[in-house]
């Protein structure tokens, strides 16, 4: 098992999880319900919308090639920070 990518994805959720809106709704469940639950259905919806991910990249590596496919991506998530950046914070 290669080390890049298990570090490079966990590494990628960490930092696009971190403060987004799935965080502050496992807060206020976990908050008012137990914790152990809480993380055990956190944890299965992100193993469930990872390997969701993972089906489709695989099918789309069938059909386009992969470094097309990591072209895209860069300027897809550069494009949404930069719309991110520039629209107004209220």
């Not at 999880?17 to 008012?32: F, H, I, N, P, R």
């Not at 152990?36 to 099918?59: H, K, R, Y």
């Not at 059909?63 to 991110?84: C, D, E, N, Q």
Request: aromatic share 8%; charged share 10%.
């Amino acid at each position: 098992l290669d080390a890049r990518p298990v570090l490079g994805s966990m590494f990628a959720l960490i930092a696009s999880e971190l403060g987004d809106k799935t965080q502050l709704a496992v807060g206020g469940l976990s908050a008012s319900g137990d914790p152990l639950a809480v993380w055990t259905g956190a944890t299965l919806a992100l193993i469930g919308t990872s390997a969701l991910g993972i089906l489709a990249g695989q099918a789309l590596t069938d059909v386009v090639p992969a470094r097309v496919l990591r072209i895209a991506s860069a300027g897809f998530f550069a494009l949404t920070g930069i719309w991110m950046l520039a629209r107004p914070w209220w």
